[in-house]
């Protein structure tokens, strides 16, 4: 057999994923989670959570699925508080976590109950973002609290952009909007709705940076940053 072709259906929800460990990166998950939603009027049409670190393999959480389909957005604190104690219960049916070295399979049911609240709240009160992003029209749905560093790093992927100090002072941060340097740190990304975004993975391809490093390396530069 020969494979001549791949087809991955287009998708039009949002999906969050989420990874709990000792560390971002270099080291194995005590549990991670990945949540794809499809919602219309307050209502979950289309729901797949996958779980990763509980087991052997990663798996489906089905009867968590079934159960948040039935449900209408929560509108209360005291809602949402009921829905989590379901979804305890639903991943119950779900999961058995394993105990290793770096958790018990308590904790990690545990974990796996908050982070799937979390992950399905994010994505349930998710207000939508258009904006440009280096030059090309972006999409995407945020929590209406995120700042654009979140969107940039945790939902688009662009890693470029660091976060160093958290408020507003190293400039690791730094992207433009229309044209005007920003802490995307401090920036909430809602107010990027309509307007052009620069990153450094932008930057990156403008012909005026590749003379700038040239000159760079022909000189021995070294940047120098002042308060």
Known sequence: EILTEIVIPFKTGAARFR???KRNALAISIINLAVYMEKEAGRITTLAIAIGSAGPTAL?????EELLRTWKRPDSEEKWQSLHEEIAIALSEDISPIDDIRATGSYRKTVADNVVLQLV???WEACELDFILNG???HT???ED???LKVLRDILH???TKEGCGEGDCGAC???VDGRSVNSCLFPAVQAEGCQVMTIEGVEAHPELARIQKAFVDYGAVPVLRA
Do not use: Y
């Open 19 to 21: 990874k709990v460990g």
């Open 60 to 64: 489906r959480a089905f009867h968590t």
């Open 121 to 123: 709240r994010e994505l």
């Open 136 to 138: 090309e029209a972006c």
């Open 141 to 143: 749905e945020i929590p």
């Open 146 to 148: 995120a700042t654009l």
């Open 158 to 160: 662009l890693t470029g």
């Open 174 to 176: 730094t992207v433009l």
